[in-house]
C-alpha cells in the first residue's frame, strides 16, 4: 500500500464548503428499480454476541450504527466519545468518554469485540490544520494501538471522499488520492496507519469506507440545511446547476459496512455512493417531489455570488465565506464502482431515502 507522500497528495489547503451542503446528489440507475425497505439485517461474520465499540460514536452515523449492531444482537454497544450522544439510547448501549487524541484506557474490550474508528474533525473551514491531524491521524494510530492491546481482528474506518479533491472527472477507488484541504490529507494519512495495522499480524480485517455526504434523520447537516433553504426560498444555483456531488442515505450507509466486510482479506477499501452520482438540480428536484419544498430560485452568475459572498462574510455571515461559494460550484464525482461490482443491494434510491426521512420524527422536517 502507497504512503501518502508516494500517492502524490497535493498541499492546497482548500476544505469542503458549508455551502457545499446544498450541492448533493441523485442515483439515476438505482431509480429504476422498486424501491427496496431499509434494512439492517444484511450479514455480519462476527459472533453477534460480540461487543462493539465505536470511536466517535455519539454522533450522527454513530447512531444509526449502534441501533444496527443492538439490532443484530451485539452487546454491549460502547459509544467511545467526547461528548454524550443527543440521541436516546438503550441498557444495551454505554457510553465511555474517550479522546482519541491521547491513548486509549478502556478495559472492556477482549479479542472477539468489533471496532468502528467513526471519530473525526471534519468542518472546513472552521479548524486549525493541525486540528484535523491530531484527531484524525493520530486518534488512528491510538484507535489501531487499543486494537493491537485487545487482539482486536475487525476493525471498520470511515475515511472520507475529501481523499479524492473536488474533480468534474469520474474517480473511482483506483484513482490516485488528491486531497486539497488538510481535512482531506489527514483522512489519507489516516487510511495508511489502518492499512499497516490490518498487515502486521495474519487474520485481521480491515473494512475502510470513504463515504459521499450522508443524510438521514439526525443529520443535521447537508440536507437539512438545503432543505431549509429551499423551504424559504433562499437557495440559488452559484453559476451552474450541474455540479455532481456524492452522497447516501446512512441506513445503506451502515448496511454497506457489514456487507463489505466479506471482501475484507486483508482489508478492502470502497466509495459510499449512490451511483452515478448525479447533479443538484437532481437532488432540489427530488427535494421537491418527496418532500414538497420549492424548487430553487434560479441562477445567480459565480462572480456576482462570489462578491456577494464577500461583502456578507466581511459582515460577519460566517457562511458566506468565498470558498464555500468556490466549494458549492465544484463537482465531486466520486463513483462507488468496488461496491457496485460487489453486488451491494443498495436498500434505497434518493427518493425513497428522502421519503424515509422525511417519516421519521419529526416527520416532514428533514432534520
Not at 498541499?11 to 431499509?38: C, F, N, W
Not at 473494512?207 to 438545503?226: D, H, K, M, Y
Not at 466486510?261 to 432540489?284: G, H, K, L, M, W
Not at 461490482?341 to 428522502?354: A, K, N, Q
Request: aromatic residues 8%; hydrophobic residues 40%.
Amino acid at each position: 500500500m502507497p504512503t501518502v507522500a508516494e500517492r502524490g497528495i497535493g498541499s492546497e489547503a482548500k476544505g469542503p464548503s458549508q455551502l457545499a451542503t446544498y450541492a448533493m446528489a441523485q442515483p439515476k440507475i438505482a431509480d429504476h428499480h422498486p424501491p427496496r425497505p431499509v434494512s439492517y439485517l444484511g450479514p455480519l461474520e462476527p459472533h453477534a454476541t460480540s461487543p462493539a465499540f465505536l470511536f466517535g460514536g455519539a454522533g450522527f452515523i454513530g447512531r444509526h450504527l449502534a441501533q444496527a449492531l443492538v439490532a443484530r444482537g451485539h452487546r454491549p454497544v460502547v459509544l467511545c466519545d467526547v461528548a454524550q450522544p443527543r440521541w436516546p439510547v438503550t441498557n444495551d448501549v454505554r457510553f465511555r468518554h474517550c479522546d482519541v487524541r491521547r491513548p486509549i484506557e478502556l478495559a472492556e474490550a477482549d479479542a472477539s469485540a468489533l471496532v468502528f474508528n467513526l471519530a473525526a474533525v471534519h468542518r472546513t473551514p472552521g479548524h486549525e490544520d493541525h486540528e484535523y491531524h491530531e484527531t484524525n491521524e493520530l486518534g488512528a494510530r491510538h484507535v489501531t494501538d487499543f486494537c493491537d492491546r485487545h487482539d482486536v481482528a475487525d476493525l471498520w474506518f470511515t475515511s472520507s471522499i475529501a481523499v479524492y479533491g473536488a474533480t468534474e472527472d469520474a474517480v473511482t477507488e483506483t484513482s490516485p488520492l488528491q486531497p486539497s484541504s488538510a481535512y482531506g490529507r489527514s483522512k489519507a494519512a489516516a487510511e495508511d496507519i489502518h492499512e499497516e495495522w490490518a498487515r502486521a499480524r495474519p487474520g485481521r480485517r480491515l473494512v475502510t469506507v470513504r463515504p459521499g455526504t450522508v443524510f438521514g434523520p439526525g443529520e443535521g447537516g447537508n440536507f437539512t440545511r438545503l432543505a431549509w433553504a429551499l423551504k424559504r426560498r433562499r437557495f440559488v444555483y452559484p453559476g451552474r446547476r450541474d455540479t455532481i456531488k456524492s452522497c447516501g442515505y446512512v441506513g445503506d450507509l451502515v448496511e454497506s459496512l457489514f456487507f463489505m466486510q466479506r471482501d475484507a482479506a486483508p482489508t478492502v477499501t470502497y466509495n459510499f455512493s449512490y451511483a452515478p452520482p448525479p447533479t443538484i438540480e437532481e437532488v432540489c428536484a427530488a427535494f421537491a417531489e418527496v418532500g414538497r419544498l420549492p424548487r430553487p430560485l434560479g441562477t445567480v452568475p459565480l462572480p456576482l455570488m462570489l462578491a456577494a459572498s464577500r461583502i456578507l462574510h466581511k459582515a460577519g455571515v460566517e457562511s458566506f465565506r468565498p470558498e464555500r461559494v468556490h466549494k458549492l460550484n465544484r463537482s465531486t464525482n466520486i463513483q462507488p464502482r468496488v461496491l457496485v461490482e460487489s453486488g451491494f443491494p443498495f436498500p434505497t434510491t434518493l427518493r425513497t431515502g428522502l421519503a424515509a426521512w422525511r417519516d421519521a420524527d419529526p416527520a416532514g422536517e428533514f432534520v
